[in-house]
């Protein structure tokens, strides 16, 4: 039998740190369940070897909206992909200005890879909505239903108002120490419902300025959560894992922590 996961980590670039491997062997000894999101689907094959044995760490099949203008061909590697797994992500939207110009394209790729999830169903999606999350919401509900694809909003970075909204839709959100340090963000985290929240690190693009974000760091949003929400650690922590497993049990996952 194996042990309870300790911790959560709905969203790690485990591909982008410095020692994959040795990344996933920490998870595995400290308990981290890890969804490892990928950017390109041409990653899959190496993060799926990378992780087939894991029993933390899972990898997930993604086309970053931020790549979405150079790699849209890979849309049509995505759509054979995702047969094999019920884990998507990092897709999405960005409505930066750096990014306004593949605009069109992202689009299309987010919009084909929602329907193929949609058609295939059980699949849950950690979704990137910087300056976009009202059409992410759109695309959201116009090609999905909360029954056949359970979006995971990452590092939301929008208004209380949107936030509500989404959690209405159906939206879980994954919270990272960022978040939870600056005042929109710990604004959003107070004001989503307990049962969709859950943890995540974005590593390695959460860096302090004096270390490297890890998986393990969410050990520690844990507190910080509790705190921002007025509930004592055990409670929160409780909560997560009950939102963890209703989470992975609508991807098949069944019990896989006990
Ligand atoms: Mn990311």
Not at 34 to 53: C, E, G, S
Not at 127 to 149: G, K, M, N, Y
Not at 240 to 258: D, H, K, P, Y
């Amino acid at each position: 039998m194996s042990a309870p996961a300790r911790g959560f980590d709905f969203h790690c670039h485990i591909d982008l740190l410095p020692d994959p491997v040795a990344t996933i062997a920490a998870c595995e000894r400290d308990r981290i369940f890890t969804l490892a999101v990928t950017t390109t689907p041409k990653a899959w094959a190496q993060n799926r070897r990378w992780t087939a044995d894991s029993r933390y760490v899972h990898a997930a099949l993604g086309l970053h909206p931020e790549l979405a203008g150079e790699r849209h061909t890979e849309i049509e590697l995505l759509e054979q992909l995702v047969t094999e797994t019920a884990l998507i992500g990092e897709i999405g939207l960005d409505g930066s200005p750096q990014h306004r110009n593949s605009w069109q394209v992202q689009r299309e790729v987010f919009i084909r890879t929602l329907s193929a999830a949609q058609r295939l169903g059980g699949r849950v999606a950690s979704i990137h909505s910087r300056r976009a999350a009202p059409e992410v919401l759109d695309c959201l509900a116009e090609h999905t239903t909360p029954q056949r694809v359970l979006p995971i909003l990452h590092w939301f970075s929008d208004t209380v108002t949107l936030a509500r909204q989404a959690a209405a839709q159906g939206c879980y959100f994954s919270i990272n120490q960022r978040m939870l340090g600056s005042r929109s963000g710990a604004a959003v985290v107070r004001a989503v419902p307990a049962d969709r929240i859950l943890t995540e690190t974005d590593a390695p693009f959460t860096d302090g300025a004096d270390r490297e974000s890890e998986p393990q760091e969410v050990v520690t949003t844990v507190k910080q959560l509790a705190e921002a929400r007025g509930v004592p650690a055990d409670e929160m922590t409780a909560i997560l894992a009950g939102n963890a497993e209703r989470v992975l049990a609508f991807a098949g996952f069944t019990s896989i922590f006990r």
